[in-house]
């Protein structure tokens, strides 16, 4: 679910469609060389699907997240509807196809089934330094990281979401408190100019928890520190 919206993500269509018709392709459908067509109710994408010899094609608008028309848009709401429509062409076949008897579907997914599968993994477990790493290699846009962590955060299934969300919370305070400890042990050993207290900090951390450590050393350890590890 996103906001009042059931959707299915499209990597978790093809996915899917693959598993069970690895031959099944799709084609962009082109308007004089481009992927959209411009008409006096506004613009619109066309995606075939074919499984099987089958083809099914689908036609969208291309709309907001309030599955509003867009009267000018760019060209990634342009891609973004191409996706939804991909999605709705292979539901002609028979995949989410019950999604489609409510509310449409609102834009592309947030994350990938990938993203999922270990940010559920993580929850079940006691890692918390891989927990808040893995929430800071969600995306390199600090803004994408926290609304792709945030959609995770509400991923959990009904009925679970609320002990679900006070594990990850669990797990985020500790992960950050044992980057904080890093830091303030890196910190000191630098002061008292301990080469090995240094290379054994270091190397307990992964290369992202690394990264967050760095941010909050100021400049004079973070001199000691590079030259400790050259």
């Not at 009904?158 to 797990?171: M, P, Q, W, Y």
Request: hydrophobic share 35%.
């Amino acid at each position: 679910q996103k906001g009042k919206f059931n959707y299915l993500s499209w990597p978790w269509a093809i996915q899917e469609l693959k598993k069970k018709h690895p031959n099944a392709t799709w084609e962009v459908i082109r308007f004089e060389n481009r992927p959209y067509l411009v008409t006096e109710c506004g613009y619109f994408v066309e995606v075939a699907v074919t499984v099987e010899g089958i083809t099914h094609s689908q036609i969208h608008p291309v709309l907001d997240n309030s599955n509003r028309p867009i009267a000018k848009p760019n060209s990634f709401q342009i891609n973004t509807s191409i996706q939804r429509c991909l999605v709705k062409a292979i539901a002609l076949h028979g995949l989410g196809l019950y999604i489609y008897a409510g509310e449409d579907l609102p834009d592309g997914e947030i994350y990938t089934p990938e993203q999922y599968e270990q940010y559920h993994a993580l929850v079940q477990g006691d890692d918390a330094l891989a927990f808040v790493s893995f929430l800071k290699g969600l995306h390199t846009d600090p803004e994408r990281q926290k609304e792709i962590a945030s959609a995770l955060h509400n991923s959990f299934e009904a009925g679970k979401k609320s002990a679900g969300k006070e594990c990850a919370r669990k797990l985020e305070t500790e992960g950050y408190r044992i980057l904080k400890d890093s830091a303030d042990q890196l910190t000191s050993h630098g002061v008292n100019g301990d080469a090995d207290g240094v290379r054994e900090v270091v190397e307990e951390l992964d290369d992202t928890a690394k990264l967050m450590v760095w941010a909050m050393l100021n400049s004079e350890t973070r001199q000691f520190c590079k030259e400790v590890m050259k």
